[in-house]
């Protein structure tokens, strides 16, 4: 399974196989990018029928990982090469166990590629009023 980004006025969204490490059964992930929070990406595996595990990463990290190692802590990505094919693989740690999927690079690129057109690598903080984020952050601390 494969879907075009789809492009919505403010979103992109990708459908893909991902494979995660050591099994043969692909598993159904769908990466997400809205202006909305245009430094993020959002990476979700389905779990089940309606049941999906999201993660929120930097869209820089998505960006860096197609040409080398990315990322520390909880997240890591790089670019490798498994039976003659490109892929980006991503491992992924919490306290509740680690991952490690397995994600077409050329598929990854094509969605990268989407994001930039809805908002230039830069670009970001024209999209963000930083100030009402922060605004929003520290009022929640004073409650």
């Not at 598993?27 to 990406?41: E, G, I, K």
């Not at 309606?50 to 080398?68: H, I, K, P, T, Y």
């Not at 498994?82 to 919490?94: A, F, M």
Request: proline content about 3%.
């Amino acid at each position: 399974m494969h879907r075009d980004p789809e492009m919505h006025r403010d979103t992109v969204e990708q459908d893909m196989f991902t494979v995660l490490h050591g099994e043969s059964t692909p598993v159904v992930t769908r990466w997400s990018y809205s202006l909305h929070d245009p430094f993020a990406v959002t990476l979700a595996v389905r779990t089940g029928e309606n049941s999906w595990v999201e993660w929120l990463m930097a869209r820089d990290l998505v960006v860096e990982s197609l040409s080398g190692q990315a990322g520390i802590g909880d997240v890591r990505m790089g670019p490798q090469v498994v039976q003659g094919y490109e892929i980006v693989e991503i491992e992924i740690c919490s306290i509740d166990g680690r991952a490690v999927l397995e994600v077409d690079r050329d598929l990854l690129a094509h969605f990268v590629r989407a994001t930039v057109e809805l908002v230039a690598i830069g670009d970001e903080s024209r999209w963000m009023d930083l100030d009402r984020e922060i605004a929003k952050i520290t009022q929640g601390c004073l409650e």
